[in-house]
């Protein structure tokens, strides 16, 4: 039986790998488009920054790696142009067929280019791939820009710009929405707001932009968001959801039996709407990719869905976020309700600093359905418990009573989330 996969980074790496240990007699295939394989497109902006010297560094494994080690062939500059699944085959461009038995479509995502036109000037740039990376420091080093502009408040955008600020830019962020991260938080935003100003970036919120020409600026980044990549599989007959990403179930498998769809051009269960939702991140592409793999090969595992989990570091200032803010969970028909509180992170005698600490619970079942954390240190722990209480379906009062960990250079007696927790049993009682 043979097994293809479209898409040779992580999440359909993953799946292929995971394929291969679940059946060693497995024929599998992975076809990837582009150049390279294994590409971490999260460190572009540490490379624009200077804190990575070579996109090398950023390609992990290659395609000779996954013939000798793991027994997988990995097609690179092998494009996809049509899936024919009536005849379990592929086209490629320059006419080849490829047939397989099952499928894994992990074509990931493009950044929205709208706002670039469709023919975009040499000083604007996206950031999703290694020429996008190439283009942008070489214009950097060659032209010596002053004045960038970045088209959106996303993770990339906001790590673009202190890319940029860190290289000696004078930066402006323009942001369509009232806040940042795609989070409806409104603190958390002032906050943001504030550590960029203080840094010499501006962030300009509810300022659309719809043309590049809109701005004045040496250099802009396009980084409002990312298109999954779902033409082909929707073209095949293949579901595509309310997200505009491929609909799937939880072992991966979309509306055709036989082919999964896994990363950034797919849809995950939130596990607390439990609803289709759509977070183009690493984490869950990896995730889901091992359970395509482990399906496509015969075994019967399931994607467990996801928090939304995630964080970012700005300007010296760690933020995290899980689950729903306030406004999300009042949008999904809970009855939120949510306590903010400023505690240390260590004890003041260790120079403990402020650590913001938000939880959103609901009114009724008292469950937690989300959480923020922003501060200097800590802040990856911190939000990651959060991540598992939510996983775990716990109430507030089960929260207050985690046994975490204390001593006194790196965490207080009473930790920030424990303070949290509290506040909130107060407001709930």
Same mark, same amino acid.
């Given at each position: 039986? $043979?097994?293809? +996969? %479209? *898409?040779?980074?992580?999440? !359909? &790496?993953? @799946? =292929?790998?995971?394929? #291969?240990?679940?059946?060693? /007699?497995?024929?599998?295939?992975?076809?990837e488009g582009g150049?390279?394989?294994?590409?971490g497109a999260?460190?572009l902006?540490?490379?624009?920054?200077?804190r990575?010297?070579?996109?090398?560094?950023?390609?992990?494994?290659?395609?000779?790696?996954?013939?000798?080690?793991?027994?997988?062939?990995?097609?690179t500059?092998?494009?996809?142009?049509?899936?024919?699944?009536?005849?379990?085959?592929?086209?490629?461009?320059?006419?080849?067929?490829?047939?397989?038995?099952?499928?894994?479509?992990?074509?990931?995502?493009?950044?929205?280019?709208?706002?670039?036109?469709?023919?975009?000037?040499?000083?604007?740039?996206?950031?999703?791939?290694?020429?996008?990376?190439?283009?942008?420091?070489?214009?950097?080093e060659?032209?010596?820009p002053? $004045?960038?502009? +970045? %088209? *959106?408040?996303?993770?990339? !955008? &906001?790590? @673009? =710009?202190?890319?940029? #600020?860190?290289?000696?830019? /004078?930066?402006?962020?323009?942001?369509?929405?009232?806040?940042?991260?795609?989070?409806?938080?409104?603190?958390?935003?002032?906050?943001?707001?504030?550590?960029?100003?203080?840094?010499g970036?501006?962030?300009?919120?509810?300022?659309?932009?719809?043309?590049?020409?809109?701005?004045d600026?040496?250099?802009?980044?396009?980084?409002?968001?990312?298109?999954?990549?779902?033409?082909?599989?929707?073209?095949?007959g293949?579901?595509?959801?309310?997200?505009?990403a491929?609909?799937v179930?939880?072992?991966?498998?979309?509306?055709?039996?036989g082919?999964?769809?896994v990363?950034?051009?797919?849809?995950?269960?939130?596990?607390?709407?439990?609803?289709?939702a759509y977070?183009p991140?690493?984490?869950?592409?990896?995730?889901?990719?091992?359970?395509?793999?482990?399906?496509?090969a015969?075994a019967?595992?399931?994607f467990?869905?996801?928090?939304?989990?995630a964080i970012v570091?700005?300007c010296?200032?760690?933020?995290?976020?899980?689950?729903?803010?306030?406004?999300?969970?009042?949008k999904?028909?809970?009855?939120?309700?949510?306590?903010?509180v400023?505690?240390?992170?260590?004890?003041?005698?260790?120079?403990?600093?402020?650590?913001?600490?938000?939880?959103?619970?609901?009114?009724?079942?008292?469950?937690?359905?989300?959480?923020?954390?922003?501060?200097?240190?800590?802040?990856?722990?911190?939000?990651?418990?959060?991540?598992?209480?939510?996983?775990?379906?716990?109430?507030?009062?089960?929260?207050?009573?985690l046994?975490?960990?204390?001593?006194?250079?790196?965490?207080?007696?009473?930790?920030p989330?424990?303070v949290?927790?509290?506040?909130l049993?107060?407001?709930?009682?």
């Amino acid at each position: 039986m $043979r097994l293809v +996969v %479209i *898409g040779g980074m992580g999440a !359909g &790496l993953s @799946a =292929a790998a995971r394929a #291969r240990r679940v059946d060693s /007699a497995l024929e599998v295939v992975v076809l990837e488009g582009g150049d390279t394989i294994s590409f971490g497109a999260c460190g572009l902006p540490f490379y624009i920054e200077g804190r990575i010297a070579s996109l090398d560094e950023l390609s992990i494994y290659t395609p000779d790696y996954f013939r000798r080690e793991r027994n997988i062939e990995v097609r690179t500059r092998a494009r996809v142009q049509q899936i024919r699944h009536s005849s379990r085959e592929l086209l490629l461009a320059g006419g080849e067929r490829l047939g397989y038995d099952r499928l894994v479509i992990a074509t990931g995502a493009r950044p929205n280019k709208t706002v670039l036109g469709s023919t975009p000037p040499p000083n604007a740039f996206t950031l999703n791939s290694i020429e996008d990376g190439r283009r942008l420091k070489d214009f950097l080093e060659n032209s010596r820009p002053r $004045r960038a502009a +970045v %088209i *959106g408040a996303s993770y990339i !955008g &906001l790590e @673009a =710009a202190d890319a940029l #600020r860190t290289r000696g830019l /004078a930066v402006t962020v323009y942001e369509a929405s009232g806040h940042v991260l795609g989070r409806e938080e409104p603190e958390l935003t002032t906050t943001v707001r504030d550590e960029l100003r203080r840094a010499g970036i501006e962030l300009l919120l509810n300022t659309p932009v719809a043309r590049v020409n809109d701005v004045d600026c040496d250099l802009l980044v396009a980084a409002a968001g990312l298109l999954p990549n779902v033409e082909e599989a929707a073209q095949a007959g293949v579901q595509v959801g309310a997200t505009g990403a491929i609909a799937v179930g939880d072992n991966m498998e979309t509306s055709i039996a036989g082919i999964f769809a896994v990363g950034d051009c797919a849809e995950a269960r939130h596990i607390v709407t439990g609803r289709p939702a759509y977070f183009p991140l690493g984490t869950t592409a990896n995730r889901m990719g091992r359970v395509a793999g482990a399906c496509a090969a015969g075994a019967r595992e399931r994607f467990a869905g996801i928090a939304g989990t995630a964080i970012v570091k700005l300007c010296g200032l760690d933020i995290g976020v899980t689950g729903l803010s306030l406004a999300q969970a009042a949008k999904e028909g809970f009855h939120p309700v949510s306590s903010r509180v400023k505690a240390l992170d260590k004890p003041k005698y260790f120079q403990g600093q402020p650590t913001t600490i938000e939880l959103v619970a609901d009114r009724q079942t008292r469950r937690l359905l989300g959480g923020s954390v922003l501060g200097h240190e800590g802040v990856l722990g911190r939000i990651d418990v959060i991540a598992a209480s939510i996983t775990s379906r716990l109430r507030v009062e089960e929260f207050e009573q985690l046994d975490l960990a204390y001593t006194p250079p790196l965490a207080p007696a009473l930790d920030p989330l424990l303070v949290a927790a509290h506040q909130l049993l107060k407001l709930l009682d």
